[in-house]
């Protein structure tokens, strides 16, 4: 009796390290698939700006009457963003980096410890990346770009269920159906900026633009800290906006 219980058993067991192997291979080859670390979310000032209604508060104060300007981005770039068509890109070759701001709305859950790691972390990666193709100068003068960046808010991930939603095939099937009818992956941070570039003379108007991003399906974010998603979002756009400026001037982006 006792071998036979055993023999049954046997190709049970089988079948069951089979299917375990088999989602271990499955979430491994989804894992490895070059899935995005953030991806666009559309700010509430892009929908103002569809909408035909007023800016946030928070991009007005920051941009000021230019905000007025915005218009929604191309392709790839930021959701909204103006670029001045008279703007002499190619004779500007140092950068005035001011310290990253944070503009939110009073009622914002980012502690005042938390806004100031942030930004400490968002001026250091641009301050990082801007000095492999730019000078970087802390006073004005001819040739230089003063350039303000602002974290408008920054939201949080739920680690444990973020891995979860990302690792398990299961939860990471359920995950993507929830992104295309809401547009954001779950339990997902995520972190809206602005950028405002002046001639550092005259003070023109230069280029501005206004960006939101959220945690993606890629495993960077998955295994990252609560703010590993506006964290992810800081590193994109750090990379982000010296390369938009090199292409204006019609140079190749850095790697």
């Known amino acids: 009796m006792k071998e036979i219980v055993m023999n049954n058993s046997l190709p049970q067991k089988k079948k069951m390290m089979t299917g375990i192997a088999a989602a271990a ?7 490895a698939s070059g899935c995005p670390t953030t991806v666009q979310s559309t700010p509430e000032a892009a929908k103002a700006v569809e909408a035909g209604g007023p800016l946030p508060s928070a991009v007005t104060g ?9 218009a929604p981005g191309p392709e790839g770039g930021a959701a ?12 500007y070759t140092k950068i005035q980096l001011m310290p990253v701001e944070f503009w939110a709305a009073a009622d914002s859950k980012v502690s005042t410890a ?38 408008m808010d920054s939201t949080t991930a739920t680690p444990g269920l973020r891995s979860i939603s990302v690792i398990v095939p299961q939860a990471r099937v359920l ?21 405002k570039a002046t001639d550092s003379v005259t003070g023109a108007l230069l280029a501005e ?14 295994a990252s800290f609560r703010w590993g998603d506006a964290q992810n979002a800081m590193d994109y756009w750090a990379q982000k906006i ?12 850095q790697s």
Do not use: C, H
Request: glycine residues 8%; charged residues 10%; proline residues 5%.
């Open 175 to 195: 995950n993507l159906a929830q992104s295309l009818a809401t547009g954001s992956y779950a339990f997902v941070g995520s972190a809206e900026a602005e950028m």
């Open 25 to 31: 291979a499955l979430a491994v080859a989804l894992l």
């Open 114 to 151: 938390d806004q100031a790691t942030l930004t400490e972390y968002f001026y250091n990666q641009l301050q990082t990346n801007l000095s492999k193709s730019f000078t970087l100068v802390d006073q004005p003068g001819p040739g230089v770009i003063t350039l303000r960046v602002a974290l």
């Open 242 to 253: 010296p390369n938009r400026l090199l292409q204006l001037q019609g140079k190749p982006a």
């Open 62 to 70: 920051f941009l000021g009457p230019d905000a007025s300007k915005l």
């Open 209 to 222: 633009a206004v960006d939101q991003r959220s945690g993606g399906m890629g495993i960077k974010g998955a």
């Open 80 to 91: 909204l963003a103006w670029i001045n068509p008279a703007a002499q890109w190619s004779t």
